[in-house]
């Protein structure tokens, strides 16, 4: 049987693709592939970094503010200065950091209104 090998990309429909994926890339570092995408490669992950598939319930609370029935989750080094920088660019934290044992998140409602949720991931034996 053939499997999976990982997520091949996030794709969603937005009032305007060129200046959302601008913002991204001014407040959140993205390095655009063309003026509406991204590219992330493996090779630049660290120890932890992982994908995840997560289905959530028709009624789950869990991508509240936002009205979207989907949410975007980016990995990143430091969850509070992300918050503070992309807070200082417009967009609107959403709920209080929120540290797991595997991982510290955070929230905040892009410029279209998209939950995004931070995450920096705890690798067994890292950053405890």
């Excluded at 990982?6 to 429909?13: E, S």
């Excluded at 063309?34 to 869990?62: E, L, M, R």
């Excluded at 980016?74 to 807070?87: C, W």
């Excluded at 967009?91 to 595997?102: F, L, N, P, Q, T």
Aim: aromatic share 16%; proline share 5%.
């Amino acid at each position: 049987m053939e499997k999976v090998r990982g997520v091949g990309g996030l794709f969603f429909k937005c009032k305007e693709p060129e200046k959302l994926a601008t913002w991204y890339k001014e407040n959140l570092g993205f390095e655009l592939a063309a003026p509406f995408c991204a590219a992330f490669t493996p090779g630049n992950h660290k120890v932890g970094d992982q994908t995840i598939w997560g289905a959530f319930s028709a009624d789950t609370t869990y991508f509240e503010p936002s009205k979207q029935d989907f949410m975007f989750n980016f990995i990143v080094d430091d969850v509070e200065a992300m918050l503070s920088q992309v807070e200082a660019a417009g967009a609107k934290r959403a709920g209080d950091i929120v540290k797991e044992e595997y991982g510290v998140f955070g929230w905040f409602l892009d410029p279209e209104g998209f939950k995004v949720e931070l995450w920096h991931p705890i690798a067994e034996g890292i950053d405890k």
